[in-house]
């Protein structure tokens, strides 16, 4: 019940651009994301423009039948560091995450 509430509301809201994704450099450059785990297609996709977590799920072909949707991750760094991004702040927030160059997306196995 949670899931489908979620993806609901992702459907529903407009996505939160920053100021550097509306115009400047950052738009016009692409970038390249990982999704990987209980996805269609695992790979590294290349965007060329803005996208979100939703658009490289979409990507990937969706989730695949051992998916636990509740569980997926983004692994960014930030320099020297990587940082765990865990999507459960989603049901909080209800913001569809921007991606970042070399952002990595996990979707954990329901059965782990």
């Known amino acids: 019940m949670r899931v489908i509430v979620l993806a609901v509301l992702l459907g529903t809201l407009p996505p939160i651009v920053s100021e550097a994704q509306q115009g400047g450099t950052a738009a016009a450059q692409s970038f390249t994301v ?3 785990g209980e996805v269609t297609r695992p790979r590294r996709y290349e965007f060329q423009s803005a996208a979100t977590i939703l658009d ?4 990937a072909g969706g989730f695949t039948r051992f998916a636990d949707r509740s569980n997926i991750d983004i692994f960014r760094s930030d320099g020297a560091t ?3 991004i ?4 989603l049901e909080e927030w209800g913001e569809d995450p921007w991606l970042h160059q070399g ?3 996990v979707v954990r196995n329901w059965q782990r």
């Open 34 to 36: 990982t999704v990987m």
């Open 56 to 59: 490289a799920l979409a990507l």
């Open 82 to 84: 990587v940082r765990r």
């Open 86 to 89: 865990p999507l459960k702040w």
């Open 103 to 105: 952002d990595i997306v």
